[in-house]
């Protein structure tokens, strides 16, 4: 069975702060896809970024940057500069091995909260 | 585009009541998954829906059901609530034309059970 474990209830820094969010995953297939999503206090979740399992190159999107290792079967989320407004809850998932996502499982979230 | 949406936003039932939820897709996106979350149990999924045909369920008892229309426009059901469904339901729609797409969620609908 899939599961994804965020660590990290909450997480509270103050601006300006770097921050890594935590991911771990189990699966047995060998092709999977991992994501992270935001969500903000409206409830709507935004995709952030989707990677396969064949692809451990790391990324790096204005400040956020993704390390994917899969010998450690972690996918963890930094957040470089944090501002007020990365204010929200962030999920980690896992999709089934046909790529297409449709039945995510999350993690149980990570509160992130960034003070003035 | 418009973006997924959902109707109602917030809604307060009672135990034992029925209701229904709906979801308007992106336009062109034929897949439709819907989501519970609550406190306790995070983020689960319940089942999606793509050319009306119900294609994958979740875990959930057999009160839970959905349907999807011609339009794509979907909708869910809940008999007999109970509080513990009392949750924020999530939509999400996925274009599901290439190999791989996510998926875009709704705002949700905040069902409160009394």
């Known amino acids: 069975a899939q599961k994804v474990t965020q660590a990290q209830t909450e997480i509270s820094v103050v601006e300006k702060e770097d921050v890594t969010l935590d991911c771990v995953y189990e699966?047995?297939?060998?092709?999977?896809?991992l994501f992270w999503y935001k969500q903000p206090p409206s409830g709507e979740l935004v995709f952030l970024i989707r990677?396969?399992?064949?692809?451990?190159q790391n990324e790096i999107s204005g400040r956020y940057s993704w390390n994917f290792q899969k010998s450690t079967s972690s996918f963890n989320f930094t957040i470089t500069a944090s501002q007020v407004v990365d204010s929200a809850v962030y999920f980690c998932?896992?999709?089934?091995?046909?790529?297409?996502?449709?039945?995510?499982?999350f993690g149980s979230g990570t509160q992130l909260t960034v003070l003035p | 585009k418009a973006g997924v949406t959902q109707t109602p936003r917030y809604l307060i039932k009672t135990r034992g009541q029925q209701v229904t939820l709906s979801c308007s897709p992106i336009?062109?996106?034929?897949?439709v998954s819907w989501y519970q979350q609550t406190p306790g149990q995070g983020l689960q999924f319940l089942f999606e829906?793509?050319?009306?045909?119900?294609?994958n369920k979740g875990n959930f008892p057999g009160r839970f059901s959905g349907r999807q229309f011609s339009n794509s426009r979907s909708e869910m059901n809940v008999s007999t609530l109970e509080l513990g469904d009392s949750a924020l339901y999530l939509c999400?729609?996925?274009?599901?034309?290439?190999?791989?797409?996510?998926?875009?969620f709704g705002p949700g609908t905040r069902l409160t059970v009394l």
């Open positions: 699966t047995r297939d060998t092709t999977y896809y």
């Open positions: 999400a729609s996925r274009d599901d034309r290439g190999f791989y797409n996510e998926q875009f």
């Open positions: 336009s062109g996106h034929r897949s």
């Open positions: 990677r396969n399992s064949f692809d451990e």
């Open positions: 998932a896992l999709s089934e091995k046909d790529g297409s996502a449709r039945q995510l499982t």
């Open positions: 829906y793509f050319s009306e045909t119900q294609r």
